[in-house]
């Protein structure tokens, strides 16, 4: 197991597309995490690479190398009306999984946020996804609803728990 201090987490940049779309398709292929089973296409990648580099949001990869094990993302809900709130998303290799990095990624991700002018931060977790929900709360966000059989994975449901935090301006 790799120690948590031979990684960087930085900005994403465009050298970072497709270290970024296969870890998504890593963790994705795992079923247990993500709302998709296969990592987007490269092209899709690079757009939503392109749009949050782009809209300065969020962005932020943990890097061991030139090998990116871990993301966080917080982008915009798309409407005049949610300017003010962000979607977080988050993940990282298995193997890299249980020391911290998702933890030092969500802070460098929620920082940016607040210099961007955020003050709402969204997330939906699977109900199954105990460290992740252990993660979010210690970090203040709080159980906002569940939404009940919300996914179907090789034929078993899971609940999605609705989360938020607010940040302070």
Known sequence: MKRNNE????????????????????????RKYLSFLEGPSLEMSKSFVEENIKGNWPHVVAVMGDH???????TSLNRAVYAHCGE???????????????????LNALQKAK???????????FQRNKPALA????????????????????GEYDDLICMALFLRQ
């Open 115 to 125: 210099i961007k002018g955020l003050t709402r931060i969204e997330l939906t977790v």
């Open 68 to 74: 990116v094990i871990g993301w966080c993302d917080i």
């Open 135 to 154: 993660l979010y709360e210690q970090l203040g966000f709080m159980i906002e609803g569940k939404k009940k059989k919300a996914v179907l994975i090789d």
């Open 7 to 30: 990684y960087k987490i930085v900005p994403i940049t465009l050298e970072h597309q497709e270290g970024f779309r296969a870890a998504v398709d890593s963790v994705a292929r795992e």
């Open 88 to 106: 977080l998303g988050i993940g990282i290799i298995s193997e890299y999984r249980g020391q911290g990095i998702g933890k030092n990624l969500m």
